[in-house]
């Protein structure tokens, strides 16, 4: 299995941004290589072990959905191989972690979809009956199915700091109405299609968040990262249960650990035990299993 790449080290093309876990270079003017580290961020908080081949599990991933859901939008793939961007021996930090996508305007909020009530969502109804300013039936439990997906967008943080829930107003005012509400309209269809897949191999989506941005001719394109285990909550279908906060298949199991320690969840986070990384590491290779039919290829 390997230690796992933290921080990719290429010299031949320049550093864009390192993000909590993807590291961008510029290909050309108009290109960027984004390679999927094995690093893992939680609580928005980079912890210092990495997961050994979640990056290659995360780019697998998201390839799978980018292919399965360009009939509704399309993506920032180029096609271009990784290894034919980079010098010979840097090969081996982009092989089957890494793409080469279009430089594109990245919209300025995080497009979340919610179908169940979890996480941040099921505090904010707890305290208001309300998920981001939309009104839910009184009544429900922690990790019941909502009566229809809805979108929750967030304001993106800058590293450290944590991701702040919106209203769809304000993201109306931040990127403009029409833009919101086309990315409303394709967040929620991307959700349904691929709730709706999963549904067949076993798994739920509880949320996920998406990623767009726009090309030069205006085009809304999915971007970043796609319904992978680190954007999105996977259940197995055969463990849920209404009322409590189900198994997953992403890092919710290191969420969970660290919620069991004194930490108040800003930086230096604890350090994660090797059976906590191992098991993290097995998750990310199963949900890729359950959701593709496919083991790691290498």
């Known amino acids: 299995m390997g230690a796992g790449l933290?921080?990719?080290s290429i010299k031949s093309l320049p550093l864009v941004y390192r993000g909590k876990v993807r590291d961008s270079y510029a290909v050309g003017a108009d290109k960027l290589l984004i390679v999927t580290t094995d690093r893992l961020s939680?609580?928005?908080v980079v912890m210092k072990q990495p997961i050994p081949d979640k990056g290659r599990v995360l780019n697998a991933m998201s390839n799978f959905w980018f292919e399965k859901l360009q009939h509704i939008v399309p993506n920032h793939l180029t096609g271009i191989a990784p290894e034919r961007v980079v010098a010979p021996d840097e090969v081996e930090q982009v092989r089957g972690r890494a793409v080469v996508a279009m430089k594109l305007k990245p919209v300025p909020c995080e497009a979340v979809v919610r179908g169940y009530l979890i996480g941040s969502g099921w505090k904010d109804y707890q305290k208001t009956g309300e998920v981001c300013g939309i009104a839910l039936p009184p009544g429900l439990q922690m990790a019941e199915k909502l009566p229809e997906p809805i979108f929750t967008p967030a304001t993106k943080a800058a590293a450290g700091s944590h991701d702040e829930n919106i209203p769809f107003e304000r993201m109306c005012e931040i990127v403009g109405a029409e833009l919101a509400f086309r990315v409303r309209t394709t967040s929620l269809a991307l959700y349904q299609a691929a709730a709706e897949y999963a549904a067949t191999r076993g798994i739920i989506i509880a949320d996920t968040k998406f990623e767009f941005g726009t090309d030069r001719d205006g085009t809304l394109r999915?971007?970043?990262?796609a319904l992978t285990a680190d954007s999105s909550r996977f259940w197995p279908a055969d463990e849920y249960a209404i009322g409590r906060s189900p198994p997953s298949f992403d890092k919710q199991f290191v969420r969970d650990w660290l919620e069991q320690q004194h930490w108040n969840k800003a930086p230096p986070p604890p350090d994660l035990p090797a059976?906590?990384?191992a098991k993290t590491a097995d998750k990310y290779r199963e949900a890729l299993r359950r959701?593709?039919?496919?083991?790691?290829e290498g």
């Open 291 to 296: 959701l593709t039919g496919k083991e790691l």
């Open 275 to 277: 059976e906590i990384v």
């Open 222 to 225: 999915l971007m970043d990262e």
């Open 42 to 44: 939680a609580f928005d």
């Open 6 to 8: 933290f921080q990719t």
